[in-house]
């Protein structure tokens, strides 16, 4: 879900307008389902830290063309959902209670899509205009890729018999980011909407 964005329109002449829109959902919103906070002991010194953040952008570049009745308009658009997902991993004393950073997981989602829109204004003044919007969209399948930063002195700093289960619980977050990144949004799927729009 889009739950605020903005756009810019250009008039092209009476009954065709080019646009750009940008959408931003932060983590609390949506997404900190998929990554929870966790503690685990990594040796007898140490407990490894996760911590979550999460993501979405979503951008595209619209055409708005109004052609019948003066209250009424359809838009068509070409968009990018971007989806990015990680955590960030740190090694805590158990004693002194401090932390170090060790690694971060990134694993980033981008999706296309296409749809329309159809927009009828309720209300319309010279500078303002207030309407509804339904919609469709269909969405194609996304393309994923992660990446992983750490940092090599607090690594070594774990002892030797230890430094796998770092290495592993890496690993098995990066899998499941992307797994979940999979499962919700990289499906091929035609999507409806509803909102709301302000034209000034």
């Not at 951008?59 to 009424?72: A, D, E, M, N, Q």
């Not at 296309?112 to 010279?126: A, H, M, P, Q, T």
Request: positive net charge; contains cysteine; proline residues 4%.
């Amino acid at each position: 879900p889009d739950v605020i964005g903005f756009g810019i329109y250009k008039a092209i002449n009476k009954k065709v307008k080019l646009g750009m829109g940008l959408s931003i959902i932060p983590s609390n919103l949506l997404l900190s389902n998929l990554i929870s906070s966790e503690t685990s002991q990594v040796s007898e010194r140490y407990n490894m830290l996760v911590s979550p953040q999460a993501n979405i952008i979503n951008t595209g570049i619209k055409v708005k063309y109004s052609p019948w009745l003066k209250r009424s308009s359809l838009e068509f658009f070409y968009g990018l959902l971007i989806v990015n997902a990680g955590g960030k991993s740190s090694l805590q004393n158990s004693s002194s209670l401090q932390s170090a950073y060790v690694a971060e997981v990134d694993v980033t989602l981008i999706q296309s899509y296409l749809g329309c829109n159809y927009i009828y204004d309720f209300y319309k003044s010279e500078n303002l205009k207030m309407g509804f919007q339904i919609g469709l969209s269909y969405r194609f399948n996304a393309h994923l890729k992660s990446r992983l930063r750490g940092s090599l002195p607090a690594f070594l700093d774990v002892a030797p018999e230890y430094r796998s289960s770092v290495v592993d619980g890496t690993a098995e977050l990066i899998d499941h980011i992307s797994s979940d990144l999979n499962e919700n949004f990289n499906t091929k799927r035609i999507l409806p909407s509803i909102g709301f729009k302000v034209t000034w």
